[in-house]
């Protein structure tokens, strides 16, 4: 079988509730030792999918492979799959080292290296001093470490982790994101993970998967949904974007030109399945378009007026309205003190071909 | 601004509480304090004497029937635990549309009146009741079985009658355990059995407990389901209390018996409190409170706990395991869960036994006959022409709707803004001032009877429809305030904040924006008390002194002479009734949730 090189594999997964579509035709495949991220906005079905990996949930179509056999039905307790819920769940009525110990009990073993076992894992997430306390006891943080010990000391092959920096603070997810990117280093575990942080996904992630209306949107790695979004809701969803309508003009080789509404011609990497006259649209990504002198030169040049320019620390957004009025934005590092650019004035911005990338849907 | 001003300044705002506070203290602790001293004095005199105290112990007979009462309501209470148990597991963890359709049938026997269904229990467990008819016709018995009158009628009839309560309190505490927590446990390798018996189980015990103290409390109190269904061998404490006063005008013994009764009770409340809190009450889920488990004995207790819940985990998973190996679960298809089945089944079976029953009073209703037998002899309406060309009969059920009309009018009236000034202001004492508003409820309600029938006699209340409205709004007023507190609590304050800075006066906020979004909550609490007030007999008993009766106190004085067809047709009504009502009420409920 194919799937037997996979740690975690889904097949044209599906799940209705009702007329409610929560999830379809998803699919990927998950690689020993990777980090992959469900990335998407709130319900896009990505706690579904997990769910379903999870055993929690039965799709109504499609099939769940771990390590190479069959799982999609399986129970929970059959699939050697951890996971960290998103309000941690925690028991309530067991202290934490009895949370810890549970996934162990249920397996037998014996209390010697039960105590070893869990001592051991809160060393990793330095909290030896709270083996005796209730849950209710500890902070969020501190929670968030248990529920990942919890989840850890087993070595289940694969941990599963929904939104579980979501309760936190904004600091203290920071310093949580390094560390679960850091055991994950360390010991090598096999996550799929979700969030709604397009940022903490590109901070975390091997890979993303980009999910939008129960649908897996685009798969790759933070820099290929960056530099080379497939759609118009990936490219808005991960980073700033400007898009402007267009219309192909010719495909040569490697090199696609296209015509803005105003005429200006834009050239862009061919893209797949592009064809001549067909409507499209390129984007480029702020930090990308520069405000060109008289004198400048780039591949791709648009003029327009100037709209406003806002001074943001460390760097400066100019806004500007181009080819039928549609409103860009460039974005460069404040090098010193803006003058002589003034609002309504006319402008020249430009790009590279390279940074160009024509969107079809 | 004075110091004391401003110490005084939160007590302003909680002038709502004023008229409640007043209201219980005139028609509630003062004449229950007053039967309670009664039972330490010379009768007729202000000399203190223990004679009363010393009658009560030395006679075998009080201390064989507290013995009796303590029994039968701890029977009641585990029956009606057990029974309840998987029901409530059931609707806390279904769907949503499934819980709101089965809830209707808990709810239904709930608010049912305790005489309906005790006449039930009597149509079907009789001599010549439903089922000794159909275990004859079926050839398992040759001679009727004794069925009624003795301790298993008793016990059939009181489960019954409690095990909704029982269902409710316990569903209230599950619903807030979190779905999560069974399933983090599936992830981390426990099974079916592992992942109810440590993990819900141990959070569900809290609900169980105060369901238990709830059925066992107001068991203590039972006399209707005795009287009826129960032999001499099953006399409740409460029917010695009515015997004392109805028949022998001995008020201080009355009130000897009553502290007897109360102490009771009270002990039950210590031992409860002492062992799990008394928030578990409102429906909180709570664990040992603090950090970890200091005190020994909880240790050592939580420690054997442990291993039991974990060996009956076991035991229902080799059962699994069992099972699964005759019938493999494959990983290819979705298969339904065995034990899910079992419950459903289970639980089934429970609310037929709690619906059912009451439905045998229709066919009875329509008999020619002139007694209670089955199958009924159709076809005849003459029992309800009997109930509607009764004078008395019918005064009763006028007499009724506008006592429960005006009682749980009056109890809103006072009961609703002291519910708002509990959620909204802090204030000092506000743990107290709930205990006093809520003791109605815990205090058996006979004792409450009783110390009004005698305080009513000196006012001269006794047999009037007022001495009823106030009676019964002391009842009514500790639910619409828990009724309308709980629905503050889910009331986002904002909202009000918000229609304050848009100008409105507190005033307009209330009418415009407050009152408009909790209707649905305080037409329940209306609903509520009314009912409270329809169903009531303890009170009506006493205080109608045998003029003004109520259905109930009507049906009750018929049922003790004969139980008869006319009250088949009587409940009847009263079923098409209480039916409309919920009906009613959930349509009104989820037409405001669809909003
Ligand atoms: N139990 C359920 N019943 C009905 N609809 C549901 C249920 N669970 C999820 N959904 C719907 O499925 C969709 C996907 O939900 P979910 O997987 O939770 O999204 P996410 O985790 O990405 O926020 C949402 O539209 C949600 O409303
Ligand atoms: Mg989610």
Redesign the pocket.
């Given at each position: 079988m194919t799937n037997a090189k996979h740690k975690l594999t889904v097949r044209d997964l599906r799940k209705t509730?009702?007329p409610?579509v929560?999830?379809t035709e998803a699919a990927f495949d998950l690689e020993e030792g990777e980090f992959l991220t469900l990335l998407?906005p709130?319900?896009?079905?990505?706690?579904?999918?997990l769910m379903i990996i999870a055993g929690l949930i039965q799709p109504d179509r499609g099939e769940v492979w771990i390590d190479g056999k069959l799982a999609t039905f399986a129970p929970s307790y059959k699939r050697d799959i951890g996971m960290v819920f998103q309000n941690y769940a925690l028991f309530p009525h067991m202290t934490v080292y009895e949370n810890i110990a549970f996934p162990l009990r249920m397996r037998n073993m014996a209390t010697d290296k039960i105590r070893q076992e869990v001592g051991r894992v809160l060393d990793i997430v330095r909290l030896p001093q709270v083996a005796d306390r209730l849950p209710r006891a500890l902070s969020g943080g501190q929670q968030q470490r248990i529920a990942l010990a919890r989840c850890m000391v087993y070595r289940p092959s694969i941990i599963l982790m929904d939104e579980p920096l979501g309760a936190l603070d904004k600091k203290l997810r920071d310093q949580m994101q390094l560390e679960i990117k850091q055991l994950h280093t360390e010991l090598g575990i096999t996550a799929l993970y979700?969030t709604h942080d397009q940022e903490e996904a590109m901070i975390m992630s091997d890979r993303i998967c980009l999910?939008n209306e129960?649908r897996i949107e685009q798969l790759g790695t933070p820099a290929d949904l960056y530099f080379k979004p497939r759609t118009v809701f990936a490219a808005g969803f991960l980073g700033e974007s400007n898009l402007l309508e267009a219309t192909v003009e010719a495909v040569v080789g490697d090199r696609t030109t296209v015509k803005t509404p105003d005429g200006a011609l834009v050239r862009a990497p061919t893209a797949d399945g592009i064809a001549v006259g067909q409507a499209v649209k390129l984007m480029v990504r702020p930090e990308r378009l520069a405000l060109l002198g008289p004198a400048d030169s780039a591949d791709n040049v648009v003029e327009g007026t100037l709209d406003q320019v806002i001074m943001v620390g460390g760097v400066t957004k100019y806004y500007a309205r181009v080819a039928g009025d549609r409103a860009v934005s460039a974005t460069r590092l404040t090098l010193g003190p803006i003058s002589g650019l003034e609002r309504g004035q006319r402008v020249r911005l430009g790009w590279s071909a390279d940074s160009t990338v024509l969107l079809t849907a | 601004m004075s110091a004391l001003a401003q110490r005084l300044r939160p007590w302003r705002a909680a002038w709502p509480l004023i008229p409640v506070l007043l209201f219980l203290g005139v028609v509630f602790l003062y004449p229950v304090g007053q039967l309670l001293m009664l039972s330490g004095l010379e009768k007729g005199t202000s000399v203190l004497t223990l004679a009363h105290y010393e009658r009560l112990f030395t006679s075998n007979l009080y201390f064989r029937v507290l013995v009796i009462t303590l029994e039968t309501s701890a029977w009641c209470t585990f029956f009606a635990i057990v029974g309840g148990y998987p029901v409530a597991y059931l609707l806390a963890t279904t769907s949503e549309r499934r819980r709101n359709n089965l809830m209707i049938w808990v709810l239904l026997p709930f608010w049912t009146s305790f005489l309906v269904r005790t006449f039930a229990w009597i149509v079907l467990l009789g001599r010549n009741g439903a089922i000794n008819k159909w275990l004859q016709a079926l050839g398992l018995t040759d001679a009727p079985l004794a069925l009624i009158y003795n301790f298993t009628g008793v016990m059939i009839g009181m489960s019954h009658a409690l095990m909704p309560l029982a269902i409710l309190t316990m569903v209230s505490v599950m619903e807030n355990i979190d779905a999560n927590l069974p399933r983090a446990a599936a992830t981390l390798g426990a099974r079916g059995g592992q992942a109810f018996w440590r993990i819900y189980f141990p959070l569900s015990l809290p609900g169980v407990a105060a369901a238990g103290l709830l059925v066992f409390i107001t068991a203590l109190g039972f006399f209707i389901t005795p009287a009826l269904l129960g032999g001499r061998l099953q006399t409740m404490i409460t029917q010695i209390i009515i015997t004392q006063v109805q028949e022998l005008l001995n008020w201080a013994f009355a009130g000897a018996v009553s502290m007897l009764l109360l102490v009771t009770a009270l002990i039950v409340f210590y031992f409860y409190d002492r062992a799990l809190g008394m928030s578990t009450l409102a429906g909180e889920t709570t664990t040992s409170q603090g950090g970890g488990r200091r005190n020994p004995i909880a240790a050592i207790a939580a420690w054997i706990g442990d291993i039991l819940l974990g060996l009956i985990g076991r035991i229902c998973d080799a059962v699994s395991i069992v099972y699964e190996r005759l019938v493999p679960r494959p990983a290819d298809r979705l298969t339904r869960q065995w034990s899910r089945t079992v419950l459903g089944v289970v639980a089934f079976l429970i609310i037929g036994f709690l619906a059912a029953p009451t439905f045998f009073i229709v066919p009875v209703s329509f008999t020619t006959d002139a007694f209670i037998e089955w199958p009924p002899k159709f076809y005849s309406m003459r029992w309800y022409d009997a109930y509607f060309d009764s004078p008395i009969w019918m005064a009763a059920t006028v007499r009724s709707l506008v006592v429960a009309t005006a009682s749980a009018g009056l109890a809103m009236l006072i009961g609703a803004p002291a519910a708002f000034v509990l959620v909204r202001q802090r204030i000092m004492g506000k743990t107290a001032m709930l205990a006093f508003i809520l003791s109605p409820l815990i205090i058996p309600r006979i004792i409450i009877a009783v110390a009004l029938f005698y305080f009513y006699a000196r006012v001269g209340l006794i047999g009037t429809s007022i001495g009823l409205i106030l009676g019964h709004a002391v009842l009514a007023i500790p639910y619409v305030v828990v009724t309308v507190m709980a629905v503050l609590k889910n009331y986002d304050e904002r909202l009000d904040q918000a229609a304050g800075s848009l100008g409105a006066t507190p005033l307009r906020t209330l009418w415009h924006i407050t009152i408009p979004l909790i209707r649905s909550g305080l037409v329940a609490a209306f609903l509520f008390a009314f009912i409270t007030s329809f169903d009531e007999l303890t009170i009506a008993l006493f205080v109608s002194g045998g003029l003004a009766t109520t259905l109930p106190k009507q049906m009750w004085d018929d049922a003790l002479l004969k139980v008869n067809p006319t009250l088949a047709a009587v409940s009847t009504i009263l079923l098409v009734f209480i039916t409309i009502v919920i009906l009613l009420a959930e349509y009104l409920r989820r037409r405001s949730v669809v909003r």
């Open positions: 509730y009702g409610v929560a999830l998407g709130s319900g896009s079905g990505k706690t579904t999918m979700v999910m129960a | -």
